[in-house]
């Protein structure tokens, strides 16, 4: 499951203000409105995610929340609706287990052997960001214990017995002020037995520290800081209880040729004057390795852009591509021959004025401003 970052999906920088963040929302819900497309099903997901993504955002306790959690942080209260969820807390039990600890809180108990969730930072060049891949990682956890298979014991038999700290209850209580708190049994970690034989590789928790290589399916699209989950596949839980859960993060290699912005690709073309001037063509190699053909217009400037549609980064979870942008830098020669720069000159004698009219305007403005 790919969640795409609220912040890349409106197109804005984490540090955005209000007044940014409801620029972009109302470009883009415009842009992919779906009564703009004919009802079409892909634009009317992307409508809906955008609504999210500026539903969370716009909020400043809902967007701490998602800059310290992620999506994470509105998955138990229902898009951060519980009243709780902005506190850091997911019901009104979470507060009493903030304070007394697994005082009247059974999922505490219940989550107590679940393996902790893992993080893999994953980096990908620009060419398998655009096509998807399948990466084998190696990732280095807590995992199922070979010797055992996870049952914390050598016998295959029964090997447990009742938790003398707690009975078999799996809760032991204290004193505490006025209150008689209620809380997991340290011992026994709320199961209320104990293993008799441990396993001499686990000790008894039916896990044990090990490298372990697995395949992940990257999907097209994938931008900087895209988080992947696979469930299941984080540090395993104590004898037989949940994993946890992996999630990828995605970075990006430097291009040499491409600056990405979104679907966007984006490359510097140095063209030289002569070519700015008569007009020319430009041939840039496609990130999915066909050429693309550019037509540069004469009297072309530096920093104007030219701009051919479909040849960007593909759209993640989604159809189609970006677009392909050449940015023209024009090169001034540094080094002329006799005869180039006799050329040159006689261009120079015959100038009238015309041939660059913003330098004449600029200037024309400076005689009047010093003449004023």
């Known amino acids: 499951m790919v969640e795409q970052d609220y912040y890349e999906l409106l197109g804005i920088a984490r540090g955005a203000d209000d007044a940014a963040i409801k620029a972009a929302y109302r470009r883009l819900a415009k842009e992919h409105h779906p009564d703009r497309h004919n009802g079409c099903s892909d634009k009317e997901a992307q409508f809906k995610a955008i609504n999210e993504a ?19 942080a509105f998955q138990n209260g229902g898009g951060g609706q519980d009243p709780f969820g902005d506190a850091g807390f997911n019901g009104f039990s979470d507060i009493f287990s903030t304070i007394f600890g697994e005082f009247m809180d059974p999922r505490a108990q219940q989550n107590a052997g679940r393996g902790a969730d893992l993080r893999y930072d994953l980096e990908l060049s620009l060419e398998e960001a655009f096509a998807g891949i399948e990466k084998t990682i190696a990732v280095e956890a807590m995992a199922t214990c070979e010797k055992c298979q996870g049952r914390g014991c050598n016998s295959l038999d029964r090997c447990t017995s009742t938790c003398k700290t707690c009975g078999g209850m799996g809760k032991v209580r ?23 034989d441990p396993c001499a590789n686990c000790h008894g928790e039916g896990r044990a520290h090990g490298q372990r290589k697995m395949s992940v399916k990257i999907p097209a ?10 469930a299941g596949e984080g540090e395993a839980g104590v004898r037989g209880a949940a994993n946890g859960d992996l999630y990828l993060f995605v970075h990006m290699m430097r291009h040499p040729i491409y600056a990405r912005e979104g679907t966007t690709l ?11 001037a008569l007009g020319g063509t430009i041939s840039l190699p496609g990130i999915d390795g066909k050429p693309v053909e550019m037509k540069i217009p004469a009297g072309i400037q530096s920093g104007e852009q030219l701009r051919h549609r479909g040849s960007g980064m593909s759209v993640l979870n989604g159809r189609g591509r970006g677009d392909l942008v050449a940015r023209i830098l024009v090169e001034t020669p540094s080094r002329m021959n006799a005869k180039q720069k006799k050329l040159l000159e006689e261009f120079r004698a015959t100038e009238t004025g015309d041939e660059c009219p913003a330098s004449k305007s600029f200037f024309a403005r400076a005689r009047d401003f010093l003449g004023s």
Do not use: H, M, N, W
């Open 266 to 276: 984006i490359a510097d073309c140095p063209v030289s004057f002569t070519t700015a």
């Open 221 to 230: 699209g994938v931008d900087e800081g895209t988080r992947i989950r696979v």
């Open 54 to 72: 500026y539903d969370i955002l716009k909020d400043p306790q809902k967007r701490a929340a998602y800059d310290r959690f992620g999506r994470a």
């Open 174 to 196: 204290a004193q505490q002020g006025f209150f008689v708190v209620e809380r997991g049994c340290p011992s026994c970690r709320g199961a209320g037995e104990v293993i008799t």
